[in-house]
């Protein structure tokens, strides 16, 4: 639960500072939506959709794994960016900068990793004295 | 002197005319980038086979978030 809130706080400062991105989401390896600007329904929707999106650049690459995506429209642009399991997918306006979205994509799929992860427990005096 | 000027502000503005030409037809054409794990990268256009699968579901995505 924990998790999930730091990480729609990321999103949330994601929004808020890039002037590009309208709405994103970040998609766990099982298909389920960690974080999203959308409603709960509408992001377990867009969820599988992303997912779709990752498994059909993977079929027009000949089965390579696809790292990053952009689709421009006349509407808007998706991007896309994975690492590891996870996937975040976000939209933008008409005719964005493509590299600052991109690293700020990046950005914040990082620090919802770091999140994630576990902090080592500091180890005691004495076990730290007898190691040495 | 006056046809030197003529030329030049004819070159001008054709080249502006061209500019202009030219940003509205690409802004008017869908286009998807693909970026794989490899360092390979694939430009696919709005006729091909490939985007009229990746296209659609972006579409989608894009409706979802304006609704």
Known sequence: MCRRVDAAQALSEL???S???TSAIVVDGDGSAIASTFDESSA???AKTVQELVAAAGRAGDGRQVAQLEVSTSA?????VRESER?????????????LVFYDLKTTLRSIADQAKPKPKARKKAEADAAA | ???RKFVTGLALAASLAGAVLFRRRSRGR???DLYYDDGSTLSLGDGSPEASIVLPLA????AAATS
């Open chain 2, 30 to 32: 869908d286009r998807v």
């Open chain 1, 44 to 46: 377990a929707e867009l």
């Open chain 2, 1 to 3: 002197m006056p046809r």
């Open chain 1, 76 to 80: 808007g642009s998706v991007f896309l």
């Open chain 2, 59 to 62: 579409r989608r995505v894009l």
């Open chain 1, 19 to 21: 002037a590009q991105i």
């Open chain 1, 15 to 17: 929004t808020a500072l």
């Open chain 1, 87 to 99: 996937t975040i997918a976000a939209t933008t306006r008409p005719e964005p900068a493509a590299g």
